[in-house]
């Protein structure tokens, strides 16, 4: 397997994790969860030759996708893929939760939809789409199984001792710890989650300290 390069750019207000990855040798790239400051990303990928071959949504709350608009008119051919379930959030700052905060934040519609168990391949990554409801109930987390360790690209689902926020108004606790339980914490312990705030951990790491999911909350194997 080709050396993995993961560069994370942090974006205010909520510093918010953008990943660009790409592999050795090569110029074309993944660029996840744009955020509310786009010209970081965009002066990255310039200085460093690379060009995004696909803009991965894991949801559609602003602060995910508020590089969107940016980075498209920039390379209007890259797809830009978000889940079926939250693709509607991109371009309802209602629904984004941006009204909210005073701001109308919206991003062009998807380009390509996915669901649970599809596979993309792109940039020379294999992922598969995992749908892990609860944050938002169109979120999805995608996994690249091929790395190793492998590689999960969480968005707000798992953090470092903590989860996403529940208390939207669509969303759902139960839902989150449940799909975490089953679908994130059997993937091996060394499955490096890089989430959408806040520093990498590992599966490992939460299963046994958590506090929210983990064996401190009662979780079992």
């Known amino acids: 397997m080709h050396p993995f390069h993961c560069t994370t750019i942090v974006s205010n207000p909520f510093q918010q994790n953008t990943f660009v990855a790409n592999l050795e040798g090569r ?61 509607e959030k991109l371009t309802d700052p209602l629904k984004n939760l941006s009204a909210q905060y005073g701001l109308a934040i919206t991003s062009p519609p998807a380009d390509q939809t996915v669901t649970e168990g599809d596979r993309l391949d792109v940039a020379g990554f294999a992922l598969e789409v995992l749908e892990i409801p609860g944050h938002s109930p169109g979120h999805v987390v995608f996994v690249w199984k091929g790395a190793s360790p492998m590689v999960v690209f969480g968005g707000d689902v798992l953090f470092a001792g903590s989860i996403g926020r529940c208390d939207f108004e669509d969303g759902n606790f139960e839902h989150l710890a449940q799909a975490i339980h089953k679908k994130l914490f059997p993937l091996p312990d060394d499955t490096l989650i890089l989430p959408g705030h806040g520093p990498n951990t590992t599966v490992g790491d939460e299963k046994r300290a958590n506090p929210f999911v983990g064996r401190p909350a009662g979780y079992k194997e």
């Open 27 to 87: 110029s074309d790239c993944l660029v996840v969860d744009p955020g509310l400051e786009p010209d970081k990303i965009i002066g990255f990928l310039n200085e460093n030759n690379l060009e995004p071959a696909a803009i991965l949504i894991t949801h559609g709350h602003s602060d995910h996708i508020g590089g969107n608009h940016a980075l498209k008119a920039q390379w209007p051919d890259c797809p830009l893929i978000v889940s079926a379930g939250d693709a």
